[in-house]
T-cell receptor, first 114, second 107 residues
Framework: SQTIHQWPATLVQPVGSPLSLECTVEGTSNPNLYWYRQAAGRGLQLLFYSVGIGQISSEVPQNLSASRPQDRQFILSSKKLLLSDSGFYLC?????????????FGEGSWLTVV | KNEVEQSPQNLTAQEGEFITINCSYSVGISALHWLQQHPGGGIVSLFMLSSGKKKHGRLIATINIQEKHSSLHITASHPRDSAVYICAVRGTDKLIFGTGTRLQVFP
């Protein structure tokens, strides 16, 4: 079966500290991987997506970065967090090239920057 | 103007009522998703549509590609249906999300 794991589930970080959120996918290979953010009271916003190892597309300029060191691993990072980085972060995946396939979401990570 | 617009933004209903949430989009799409987000944040995919209509239990989703419009219906609503319902459209590899409709169903 196909599953997606995302961690940590919650974290509170001070302004200026680094961030690392990790997402791993099981049961599939060469998935398209996505990082989304949902700020309080707002919709989901695509931050990064990746169609392969080392291939990252950024949708929104910001102080975040993403990396895909392995086929089924997607990492969201920041060197110095801002207050505005607070929000709910979701990792997602889908099988590329097949329009009939749905998208699957991780459990999400609640980030509070203080 | 957002590429994906949902209405209403907030919706309250009494248990048993028929509920409709609307989604309009302005871009070309290959598919449209209806998602349900629970208070804890977790998201579940309800439907993926590229044409016509789909039904799952008390949930029905329809899409009109020519009019660029989709609706999510909930028949015989129940308090456990309370959640945020999100419409998302897919172009190539990216999903564009609506801001969601917050539904509260009271007993």
């Amino acid at each position: 079966s196909q599953t997606i794991h995302q961690w940590p589930a919650t974290l509170v970080q001070p302004v200026g500290s680094p961030l690392s959120l990790e997402c791993t996918v099981e049961g599939t290979s060469n998935p398209n991987l996505y990082w989304y953010r949902q700020a309080a009271g707002r919709g989901l916003q695509l931050l990064f997506y990746s169609v392969g190892i080392g291939q990252i597309s950024s949708e929104v300029p910001q102080n975040l970065s993403a990396s895909r060191p392995q086929d089924r691993q997607f990492i969201l990072s920041s060197k110095k967090l801002l207050l505005s980085d607070s929000g709910f972060y979701l990792c997602a995946w889908r099988v590329p090239g097949q329009w009939g396939n749905t998208i699957y979401f991780g459990e999400g990570s609640w980030l509070t920057v203080v | 103007k957002n590429e994906v617009e949902q209405s209403p933004q907030n919706l309250t209903a009494q248990e048993g009522e028929f509920i409709t949430i609307n989604c309009s989009y302005s871009v070309g799409i290959s598919a449209l998703h209806w998602l349900q987000q629970h208070p804890g944040g977790g998201i579940v995919s309800l439907f993926m549509l590229s044409s016509g209509k789909k039904k799952h239990g008390r949930l029905i989703a329809t899409i009109n590609i020519q009019e660029k419009h989709s609706s999510l219906h909930i028949t015989a609503s129940h308090p456990r249906d309370s959640a945020v319902y999100i419409c998302a459209v897919r172009g190539t590899d990216k999903l564009i999300f609506g801001t969601g409709t917050r539904l509260q169903v009271f007993p």
